[in-house]
């Protein structure tokens, strides 16, 4: 019954392999990502597409100062000049230095996970490990009675390669996101000229700051699932091998659903929260 036991194990590595690389890149900065290459190439797109964000620049601000003010007089006076200034003013330094700006915010939701990681104690994730009363099960069991087994093995190990698959692609998503993010950060952060666009700039900052928090929310599904890995459920020994084997996969995998799920819906939390 060898292969049985090591396909629930591949299963089962595989599981904590993703799991163990989901902590990492959690904790991993952009600039760092696949050596760094990446964003090599999205900083030199945030730079062309930074042209482009100054020219909108002037574009935003004269249609605010169109839809502002209500006649030519109306700009004479100081104060409202002085105000369409400094406007225009802090919204070319948005968009000369975004992802200075941009890298700021994401280092601040960095410390967050790190603390998050420091105050539950961990360092990454708890391995899923097959017990030794499930192994002794299977090893005991005639060839008849694997059949069965077989099939629940089969189909636990299936649900577990699948839900890694999803889960860890995922977090691949987020990464994509801040990318997306970053290489097109000059465009909605030109909006901030004009008083009636700047609802655009607004929003586009605090949606970056959503995909950013993402990362605290995973983080905080894995460590919650990582705690229920650390007990695994209690195996009734006097049950047939099978009863034991599919109790102890259907619960394993209705645990990795809910981190899925949370993992999933991470960014619907993390809008909720924000108000998006």
């Known amino acids: 019954m060898n292969w049985i036991v090591e396909n629930l194990e591949n299963a089962l590595n595989t599981w904590n392999r ?25 900083t030199d797109i945030h730079s062309a597409v930074q042209a482009v964000g100054l020219g909108l620049l002037v574009l935003f601000f004269v ?51 790190a603390n998050i990681m420091t105050a539950a104690g961990f360092a990454g994730a708890n391995n899923a490990v097959l017990p030794d009363e499930i192994r002794t099960a299977i090893n005991n069991t005639g060839f008849f009675a694997s059949i069965p087994l077989w099939a629940v093995t089969l189909l636990g190990s299936l649900f577990i390669t699948v839900l890694s698959f999803i889960m860890i ?52 599904g894995c460590i919650i699932f990582s705690l229920f890995a650390s007990s695994p459920p209690a195996i009734n020994t006097d049950a047939e091998a099978v009863t034991q084997v599919w109790s102890y996969v259907g619960e394993l995998i209705f645990n990795m659903l809910v981190l899925v799920g949370a993992v999933k819906m991470a960014d619907r939390i993390v809008r909720e929260m924000l108000g998006l």
């Open 169 to 220: 692609m995922t977090v691949y998503g987020r990464f994509l996101k801040l990318y997306m993010y970053t290489a097109i950060a000059p465009v909605p952060l030109a909006s901030f000229a004009g008083e009636p666009s700047s609802s655009m700039g607004k929003s586009f900052i605090k949606s970056y700051a959503a995909v950013c928090l993402e990362g605290a929310i995973i983080v905080l």
């Open 18 to 42: 993703y799991m163990a690389e989901i902590f990492q890149l959690l904790t991993q900065s952009p600039e760092d990502f696949r050596g760094g290459g990446i964003w090599r190439v999205i």
């Open 63 to 113: 249609v605010g100062v169109v839809k502002t003010c209500g006649n030519f007089a109306e700009m004479k006076r100081p104060e409202v000049a002085v105000k369409m200034f400094i406007r225009f003013a802090l919204a070319r330094a948005a968009v000369v230095y975004g992802l200075e700006l941009m890298m700021a915010i994401f280092n601040i939701v960095q410390g967050l996970i």
